[in-house]
């Protein structure tokens, strides 16, 4: 109800989230209660943040048309470590200023076949296991048309995996016209270790003694980071033939440049990301 306040108060331009966490999922009923009960806020705003707030950049980007941007948050421990650039063309985004942004100057390695044009398209998105708590509920994106982002911290890569498989299943990518990675913090694969299977000869009596002494060796490949985004992301653009791109300065660090949602991109064969349009910072449009 206070954000819902917020959101409606006329002296209010910009509700910029302290921090993340978690919860925010579950009062997506309650503003969409209250916005059939009381109507959508009248004035058109800005809503910052990133992480646990993707699914509430979704929800009124949709439901009550305002603009958004992925942006370190005050009380993080990363806005105390912005680059000046970064800082700077954060505070250019909330002030709906035209700005400059790292990230056009990075170029994004396919991992996929690239485009054989440019694409442009709008661009949504935001924390991977957010989005993928969305598929399946009335909240869902419409992502048809769209180019998508993803980034993620602390995430294996099996549990990566399982999030796109079911934002797959669900219809989450049908019409997407492109993806692109960000940051994935921390999302090292893990040692999968059994007992060293028993020499030839050797009592099967004494498979499960000792087990305390027992050698353990390697089930699988352990992957890099690297190597298991490309399997994942990869595999899944090549059979839906969605250009996939990795290496977006942006989400849970070591990057924090802003990055605004429901924008126009463009997004060349080459790797470049480029932003066209954003009403937030045309005056016109405001």
Same mark, same amino acid.
């Given at each position: 109800e206070a954000f819902y306040e917020m959101a409606c108060e006329d002296q209010i331009d910009v509700l910029w989230a302290a921090r993340g966490g978690y919860g925010a999922g579950k009062i997506l009923p309650l503003l969409d209660q209250l916005t059939r009960e009381r109507g959508k806020p009248k004035r058109r705003k800005l809503l910052a943040g990133f992480s646990d707030v993707t699914v509430l950049h979704e929800f009124v980007r949709r439901r009550w048309d305002w603009a958004t941007v992925h942006s370190a948050m005050p009380a993080g421990m990363s806005f105390a470590? *912005?680059?000046? =650039? @970064?800082? $700077?063309?954060?505070?250019?985004?909330?002030?709906?200023? +035209? %700005?400059?942004?790292?990230?056009?100057?990075?170029?994004?390695?396919?991992?996929?076949?690239?485009?054989?044009?440019?694409?442009?398209?709008?661009?949504?998105?935001?924390?991977?296991?957010?989005?993928?708590?969305?598929?399946?509920?009335?909240?869902?994106?419409?992502?048809?048309?769209?180019? *998508?982002?993803? =980034? @993620?911290? $602390?995430?294996?890569?099996?549990?990566?995996?399982?999030? +796109? %498989?079911?934002?797959?299943?669900?219809?989450?990518?049908?019409?997407?016209?492109?993806?692109i990675l960000g940051d994935f913090t921390r999302c090292d694969d893990e040692s999968n270790l059994?007992?060293?299977?028993?020499?030839?000869?050797?009592?099967?009596?004494?498979?499960?003694?000792?087990?305390?002494?027992?050698?353990?060796?390697?089930?699988?490949?352990?992957?890099?980071?690297?190597?298991?985004?490309?399997?994942?992301?990869?595999?899944?653009?090549?059979?839906?033939?969605?250009?996939?791109?990795?290496?977006l300065p942006v989400g849970h660090g070591p990057n924090y440049c802003p990055l605004p949602w429901g924008a126009m991109y463009q997004l060349t064969p080459d790797g470049a990301l480029s932003m066209t349009k954003w009403a937030w910072n045309c005056q016109s449009e405001k």
């Open positions: 470590r *912005l680059k000046d =650039e @970064d800082r $700077d063309a954060t505070l250019a985004c909330i002030k709906g200023e +035209l %700005t400059r942004f790292r990230w056009e100057n990075t170029s994004l390695e396919f991992i996929t076949a690239p485009p054989s044009q440019a694409i442009s398209a709008e661009l949504i998105g935001g924390n991977l296991s957010l989005w993928q708590t969305l598929a399946g509920t009335p909240y869902a994106p419409n992502v048809s048309g769209k180019m *998508l982002f993803f =980034e @993620d911290v $602390d995430e294996r890569p099996y549990r990566l995996d399982r999030m +796109l %498989t079911q934002i797959v299943q669900s219809g989450g990518l049908d019409g997407v016209r492109a993806i059994c007992f060293k299977p028993l020499d030839p000869g050797e009592d099967p009596r004494h498979l499960l003694s000792d087990t305390d002494k027992r050698e353990q060796i390697p089930i699988r490949e352990t992957f890099s980071t690297d190597a298991a985004l490309k399997e994942i992301f990869g595999t899944v653009g090549e059979r839906l033939k969605i250009p996939v791109a990795r290496g």
